[in-house]
T-cell receptor
Framework: GAGVSQSPSNKVTEKGKDVELRCDPI?????LYWYRQSLGQGLEFLIY????????KSGLPSDRFSAERTGGSVSTLTIQRTQQEDSAVYLC???????????FGPGTRLTVT | GQQLNQSPQSMFIQEGEDVSMNCTSS?????WLWYKQDPGEGPVLLIA?????ELTSNGRLTAQFGITRKDSFLNISASIPSDVGIYFC????????FGQGTRLTINP
């Protein structure tokens, strides 16, 4: 079946602009995760959605970052007033409710100029 | 916070050789996961381990969950060119913590 999809695959933006990154999880997966992968910091957890529960936002690096998940499926990660240090690959993953096995999408490469 | 130390950071081997990499953790968790990442792609789950001492194989890959629950290794036997990539160990439940990765390069 279809895997996790993310769009856009690449995004170049100017410092100070807002960006939105989209994730479509695997159908039927109730949990959705966002991670960030950068050269200096490796793979870092950002935020986690599980069903209708309040999201776990403990990994968001600042209040410029937010995410929502509509209808228990598609999720959007928003970064406001982008900074150069936000340049990274943003990865989305999903998993069935009761397993630890997260399945990743191809990522969105964000470059802030 | 929890830290995973993965080694080696990089490996340069000949095609056909066996590969071994490992991870150690500062904390005890109930899972070890091994992922592989190809350029421009997201990590792909290779093996999941759930019990101390567990030894699991997936084709030419074998991984073990250390009995102390603080370490794990991944072995690749008879390496082939498509094994090239970055291998990550990971622990956690919903919030995965990843090792720094082992970059595998294979000389044909």
């Amino acid at each position: 079946g279809a895997g996790v999809s993310q769009s856009p695959s690449n995004k170049v933006t100017e410092k100070g602009k807002d960006v939105e990154l989209r994730c479509d999880p695997i159908s039927g997966h109730t949990a959705l995760y966002w991670y960030r992968q950068s050269l200096g910091q490796g793979l870092e957890f950002l935020i986690y959605f599980q069903g209708n529960s309040a999201p776990d936002k403990s990994g968001l690096p600042s209040d410029r970052f937010s995410a929502e998940r509509t209808g228990g499926s598609v999720s959007t990660l928003t970064i406001q007033r982008t900074q150069q240090e936000d340049s990274a690959v943003y990865l989305c993953a999903s998993s069935p409710t009761i397993t630890y096995e997260q399945y990743f999408g191809p990522g969105t490469r964000l470059t802030v100029t | 916070g929890q830290q995973l130390n993965q080694s080696p950071q990089s490996m340069f081997i000949q095609e056909g050789e066996d590969v071994s990499m490992n991870c150690t953790s500062s904390s005890i968790f109930n899972t070890w996961l091994w992922y592989k990442q190809d350029p421009g792609e997201g990590p792909v789950l290779l093996i999941a381990l759930y019990k101390a001492g567990e030894l699991t194989s997936n084709g030419r890959l074998t991984a073990q969950f250390g009995i102390t629950r603080k370490d794990s290794f991944l072995n690749i036997s008879a390496s082939i060119p498509s094994d090239v990539g970055i291998y990550f160990c990971a622990q956690g439940a919903q919030k995965l913590v990843f090792g720094q990765g082992t970059r595998l390069t294979i000389n044909p």
